[in-house]
DNA sequence: ATTCCATGTGAATTTAAATTCACCTTAAGC
DNA sequence: GCTTAAGGTGAATTTAAATTCACATGGAAT
């Protein structure tokens, strides 16, 4: 019974994966249904035995995205100790993230793949701002432990760190792989580095 | 003859500007030509009167944003000399574009909105990487006159910049307008500022 | 005044998908 | 060995748009 409910679990996220397959490699238009079939050899009807309809694959291709997201900032956190260093880390993940899922970024920054549904955006947001408040108390912490310039807007830096993200996928999608992703973050680092330091001559 | 060519064109505007309202204020769906035509009063065949197809629409609000994007940069270039001036006031327009016409973003940062084709995105590529090509001058001008720091790159720096205004332009669209726009732009700033400072400890 | 063209209309037509359905297949449990 | 149900299929069906077309209309130029 497990065994079964597993095989089926395996099948939705093969349909999850293809999907998000097809978003990252080819262009941008709308996902289909008969593209995500073929991929996995199957015919399109074969997906509405695993998900109800168009909507519910979108809504799992979220929660997949939102796992990912979640997993590196649990990631750094064990991983290492310092804030710098945590999200010096973040950011190369997210570096891998962008070049190895074009689709990711597609989804999390569009919003055009979502239907007229106000939901899904309401969970969107949900998951950025909660991504924003892990940053935060990241953050919050370095400045605890004196890592980080303890009269910095948590928030504020949080949200520029994002933006060090953001136009980077951006970028890197419009540009087609162009775009010279390694060397942004290599850029933006040290400026961003700059804002966290200590003693810093910026609050009057 | 060039008052009904004026005439044309007037009607050309309100299509675009239609949309980018309608992209603006409602829901996510994809723009509908129908729903296009009803906000002019027309009916939907009109449009073809205008337009080739939806697709040219779409590249019509694309000019219209390059317009809008580069006549801010006129703008700030001609009314300050300072170049730190020069970029808040530049990030106040944008926040302005942000609230004033939720669309814009939405259309800049996704690609959802276009078709297959591989053009427009190229398009869209040209009209973000040219503005930061406008940014960057506006840095290297302020470099050279020692109003920011001209041990910086320019291009991550105006990248950053950029990165300040596009997680607003995405938190504010997913949040539908609940997110503090003028309150990110607040904080971030100082934080930016920072960073352009003369005599940072940021390089070794 | 007549002509003509730009603009507009409503009713088809086309198109491209998602979705449904009746019918197979196969492997697991009895 | 039989039964059943999960997973699969191809051929409709539905749906929602874009787009086309034959037919107005009104105002400007001749």
Tied chains: 1, 2.
């Excluded at 168009?54 to 979220?62: E, G, N, V």
């Excluded at 309401?122 to 935060?136: A, F, H």
């Excluded at 010279?180 to 580095?193: E, N, R």
Aim: glycine share 4%; aromatic share 6%; proline share 3%.
């Amino acid at each position: 019974m497990s065994t079964e409910k597993l095989a089926s679990e395996i099948r939705k996220d093969q349909i999850v994966e293809a999907a998000l397959h097809i978003l990252s490699d080819k262009r941008v238009k709308k996902l289909k249904i008969t593209e995500i079939a073929s991929h996995l050899g199957l015919a399109p009807s074969a997906l509405y035995r695993h998900f109800k309809n168009k909507d519910a694959i979108l809504s799992a291709i979220l929660e997949h995205i939102r796992e990912k997201m979640y997993k590196n900032v649990e990631h750094v956190r064990r991983k290492r100790d310092n804030a710098i260093d945590r999200l010096q880390e973040l950011l190369s993940l997210h570096e891998n993230l962008i070049s190895q899922h074009q689709g990711i970024p597609r989804i999390v920054f569009s919003d055009e793949l979502w239907g007229q549904e106000k939901i899904k955006r309401q969970r969107m947001y949900l998951i950025v701002s909660g991504y924003l408040l892990e940053l935060e108390a990241i953050i919050c912490e370095g400045q605890r432990k004196n890592e980080i310039n303890p009269d910095l807007n948590p928030e504020a830096v949080a949200r520029m760190f994002f933006g060090i993200v953001q136009p980077a996928a951006l970028l890197w999608h419009m540009s087609e792989g162009t775009f010279d992703l390694s060397g942004h973050f290599t850029a933006a680092w040290p400026l961003f580095q700059c804002v966290l330091q200590v003693e810093s001559r910026c609050d009057p």
